[in-house]
């Protein structure tokens, strides 16, 4: 029953998790933790002698005396700075470094944490990162961590796009091609998959070829001019939406 009670005590203490959201800001606090770890191993290690002396001596109430004792000492011991990150990049988030947002919020994204995902990568899109823009887009699209709107997420890639994105020129090139949300226009489909080709996409290539087949000369011709046009500084968008609607209303 003792050696049981004993147990029980020392199962509150011995091997226990250590964690904690706290980092390291300097050096000079790693250094400070580090000299405080090593005194409170010192110290456990003292009182593991004390016990097993004890123990041998059958001193059943010592025992537990150092025990209770391990255990106060353990809920206020230092943290094992092993265990501890350093927080360098802490402040640039909350400065509002767009790059840091967007690596956060993605971080969020791959662990399919989508309301906190949502929160940093529309701070970083909302300072024009093109990746954070992206990936919202793709949130949008798939409802992830928010309602479903396509309308939405097209917004998102557009500005992605304009950026020179490259997934996000196939993206919306996608959205061109099969009307998600937008008017089918093959034109302004090809002349995407163009762009994203030239950013290094060869799924783009592939995409344009493909898509090519069921395009009339005319409109190859109409989709390489339109390329010439969007190629022109600050003219990506503006030359976009110009033929867009010039088709749209062509249609009529």
């Known amino acids: 029953m003792r050696l049981i009670t004993i147990s029980l005590i020392l199962g509150l203490t011995v091997g226990a998790a250590i964690a904690d959201d706290t ?38 109430f010592g025992q537990l005396k150092d025990a209770v004792r391990q255990q106060n000492r353990q809920q206020t011991s230092p943290l094992n700075p092993v265990n501890i990150q350093d927080c360098a990049q802490t402040p640039d988030i909350d400065d509002g470094n767009a790059m840091s947002q967007y690596t956060l919020g993605k971080e ?37 961590g928010v309602a479903k709107n396509q309308k939405t997420g097209t917004n998102w890639h557009r500005k992605s796009a304009g950026q020179g994105h490259s997934l996000a020129q196939q993206t919306l090139g996608l959205t061109y091609q099969f009307g998600a949300s937008v008017s089918v226009n093959h034109v302004a489909a090809y002349a995407l998959y163009q762009f994203s080709e030239l950013g290094g996409n060869a799924l783009a290539q592939k995409l344009r070829s493909g898509l090519s087949a069921s395009m009339s ?21 503006k030359s976009l939406d110009k033929y867009i609607s010039r088709s749209a209303k062509a249609k009529r």
């Open 23 to 60: 980092c390291f800001k300097n050096q000079a606090q790693r250094d400070k933790a580090v000299r405080a770890w090593d005194d409170t191993l010192r110290q456990e290690s003292e009182q593991q002698q004390q016990y097993a002396q004890r123990q041998r001596g059958g001193d059943f």
């Open 108 to 144: 969020y994204l791959d662990s399919k944490e989508f309301p906190k995902a949502l929160k940093w990568l529309l701070l970083s899109a909302n300072q024009k990162n093109a990746d954070a823009q992206y990936e919202l887009g793709n949130m949008y699209f798939q409802g992830l």
């Open 217 to 237: 000369p005319q409109e190859i011709e109409s989709a390489d001019g339109l390329v010439v046009e969007m190629s022109k500084p600050g003219n990506f968008l």
